[in-house]
Structures are given as C-alpha cells and as structure tokens.
C-alpha cells in the first residue's frame, strides 16, 4: 500500500506528463496542417510528371538506346531501398510500421539470394534497420537539421542515389515512406524508383496514337536524360513531404491516446488518494474513540 | 478565338496555375516558341525566361527556371523547376533583395557560405533581368 505522499507525487508526475503530451499533440496539429497542405500541393507535379513519363515511354519502348534509369540494368541482383522514416520518435507506430515493411522486403529479396543495400532517410529508421541489418546499411540522410523540407533536400537524396546508380552499385531501387491518408491512416508505401515505374501501355493507349507525333526540342534522348533524373527527385520529394505529414499525423493521434491515458490515470490515483485518505481518518478516529474509551 | 488551350502551370511546390487560355508564350531551350489551341504535339525543355499567358485578353506573366512544357492534345502542361508570379513581385523589393544579396556573398566567412550567396545572387539578378 503507497503512502499518500507516494501518491501525491504519482499523481504530480502523470498530471505534468499530461501537460507535454498535450502540448505535443497541439503542437502535432498545428504542424500537421502546414505538412498537409505541402503535401496536397506536391501531387499534382508529381501526378503530371508521372503522365509526361508515360506519354514518353509509350514512343520509347521497343526501343535500343533507351536509358537505363527507364528500363533498367537488365539484371536485378543488388537492390536498394531507400527508407524514408522520422528523426523523431513518440509518434506510434509510425516509424515501426515503415521499418516493418523495409524489412520484409528486404528478408524476401535476400532469400531469394539477392543483394540488400539499405539508405536510410531520417534516424528513427536507421536505429532500428542498423540492428537488423548491419551489414547492409550504406548510409544514414540526417534530416534532423531541416526544418521545412524544400525540393533542395531531395534533390541531395537524389543526387546520391543517381552517384550509386552510375557507380552499379545497384540495379533496382525502392522507395519505402508513408502515405498520408488521414489523421488515422498513414499506409506504408513501398515505390520503385529504378527503373522508373511507368504505367502499363494498356493505361496510357489513348495518348499512344499521339506519341509518335511529338516533337522534340532538343532530341528526345536529350529530354529523356534529364527529366528521368527529374523525376526521381520528384518521387522522393513527394515521399519526403507525405511523410512528414503522415509522421505529424501519427504524433497526433498518439499523443492524443497519451493524454487520454494520462487523464484515467490520474482520476484513478486521485479516487485512489481519497480512499486511503479517510481510511486513516478513521483509523485515527478509531485510536483515538478506544483509547477515550480505555480510561 | 473560340477554341481554348488548356494550360496547367505547376512547380514542386505547388500548382501555380490551371486555366482555359488563348495563347501561352514558352521560353524553350532552343527559341521561344508560342502554343495556341490545337498545336502539334511538343516537347521541349525550358530555359530560364519569362513565361507570357494571355488569358481573355489579359496577360499574365511568370518566372520560369528550368524544367519542362508537354504540348499534347489535351494541351500545355508546363513542370517548371522553379515559377514566380511576376505580378506579385516588384522591381524594387527585387533591388533590396539583389542589394542584400550582395551585401551577404561579401561577408561570408566561409567558402560554402559563400558560394550559396553568389548562388542566391545569380538567381536573383536573372529575374530582374526578366521583369
């Protein structure tokens, strides 16, 4: 049985813990909306991107000279997944639930006995990947220091990536993040970087007919070597800001189950300081009625 | 002219502009090349210059760097790397801006530092000379 002074100071203790979680959640939506909005307003670049690409590959396939980022090295034996997580923690299973589907990945691709390289973005996935994975970690993208992810960062993570690429480091590279849904679903999302991923023929067959009739300015092989490297960067981007507003979103809710917690806890304690506070009322009551009566 | 073009603006920010249009002026990499209703289908990479839209006969005007125009025959879709609104800015906030500018790249104590400044500097001098 705690004293009432125990007591006293667990409930001191939950009832600041309530304060930070609250703060935190407040704070978490506040941020959540800036991080939204971002994310709402990175789609449609990245959506006519992708629709651009098609239109292009639509007039490409079959054809020799196409890129390598486009179509591949031909082989897929070392793949790269490039985890996209948060630096910070105490936002549920945020981090976890996109580590988990990393990590799944990479135990089927290595037993099918190929090749796992692990960047990862964002510390909180890096700790745990690092533990699971040790020898395949390449490299850890601190974006601690960030405050508002500019298109500038994931150029950077772009840049490295196309770095490893040239190098044949790897053949096939994956881009592991969260998609935002809403304040209670954030899916984890894994997307192929390399070789693009382009939507098949059958969706894009109205603009085939046109495709053969572009013209390009300058050649197309031109065009094509920069707007695939383009658009990597544009799919990182666009995974960087849906995590951050998945990231905010998850802190929400769980900092918000947090304070809810907090709040029955400490209206336990409080019924729990009460009770024993009048149990010894009355114990002293007692003492003192039976020793008046002992006289 | 009956016949509208639609013409889509976005940057990796943000969708700066989704319209119906008459005429949209394109500083391509290799001329400036002017798209109207019914053009053939283009491609072509930008340069950095001024972006001309004139919609109901009022012209609207844009900074573009780098990135792409798609003509297709749904229309014009232009992925700029970087767009500005050219109405919502003025020369003389831009000055200040330039001066500023200046002002940093002399004072940077280091050569990072100091190469973002000219970066900065470069980048702003080539609005001005589109505005």
Redesign the interface.
């Known amino acids: 049985m705690p004293s009432l002074k125990d007591l006293r100071n667990r409930i001191s203790s939950v009832q600041a813990t309530r304060k930070i979680t609250k703060a935190m959640q407040m704070v978490a939506a506040a941020k959540l909306r800036r991080a939204q909005e ?1 994310a709402e ?2 789609r ?2 990245a959506e ?2 992708e ?2 690409l098609a ?2 590959a639509a007039g490409m396939t079959g054809q020799d000279e196409a890129p390598k980022l486009m179509v591949g090295t031909g082989k897929d034996d070392v793949h790269l997944l490039v985890v996209a997580t948060a630096d910070r923690g105490l936002c549920g299973a945020f981090n976890t639930a996109i580590v988990k589907l990393a990590r799944e990945h990479a135990r089927r691709l290595t037993g099918e006995g190929k090749t796992v390289k692990i960047l990862c973005v964002g510390k909180k996935g890096a700790d745990q990947l690092k533990r699971l994975f040790p020898q395949s970690m390449v490299g850890v993208i601190d974006m601690s220091g960030t405050k508002k992810i500019g ?1 500038n960062n ?1 150029n950077e993570i772009a840049e490295r990536v196309l770095g490893m690429f040239d190098a044949g480091e790897f053949d096939v590279a994956t881009l592991f993040y969260s998609e935002f849904g809403s304040v209670i679903s954030q899916v984890p999302t894994a997307q192929q970087l390399i070789p693009a991923h382009v939507p098949e023929a059958g969706e894009a067959g109205e ?1 085939d007919a ?1 495709a053969g ?6 050649e ?1 092989s ?2 094509l070597a ?2 695939l490297p ?1 658009n990597i960067s ?1 799919q990182i ?1 666009k995974g960087l800001l849906e995590n951050a507003a998945s990231e905010q979103g998850a802190r929400m809710t769980a900092m918000d189950n947090a304070t809810r917690n907090a709040g029955d806890m400490i209206d336990k304690l409080t019924l729990q300081y009460n009770r024993s506070r009048q149990a010894q009322i009355t114990k002293e009551l007692i003492e003192i009625i039976s020793g008046a009566e002992a006289l | 002219m009956a016949e509208k073009l639609k013409f ?1 603006l ?6 700066l502009m989704t319209a119906e249009v008459d005429q949209v002026t394109v500083p ?4 400036v090349f002017g798209v109207g209703p019914g053009h ?6 930008l340069r950095p210059g001024v972006l001309d839209v004139v919609e109901n006969g009022t012209e609207k005007r844009f900074f573009v760097r780098g990135g ?1 125009a ?1 003509v ?2 749904d229309g014009l ?1 232009i ?1 700029a ?1 970087q767009a500005l609104d050219l109405g919502a800015i003025d020369a003389a906030g831009l000055d200040q801006e330039i001066k500023n500018a200046e002002e940093d790249a002399a004072d940077a104590k280091t050569e990072a530092a100091r190469e973002e400044a000219a970066e900065r500097l470069a980048k702003l001098r080539e609005v001005r000379a589109a505005v």
């Open positions: 971002a307003a990175a449609p670049y006519r991107m629709a651009v239109n292009l298109f994931a603009a046109d009739a572009y013209e390009y300015e300058p197309e031109e065009i920069t707007l383009r544009v981007f | 889509d976005v940057s990796p920010e943000r969708l391509g990499a290799e001329g053939v289908p283009v491609m072509s990479t792409f798609e297709n025959a879709t992925l790397e």
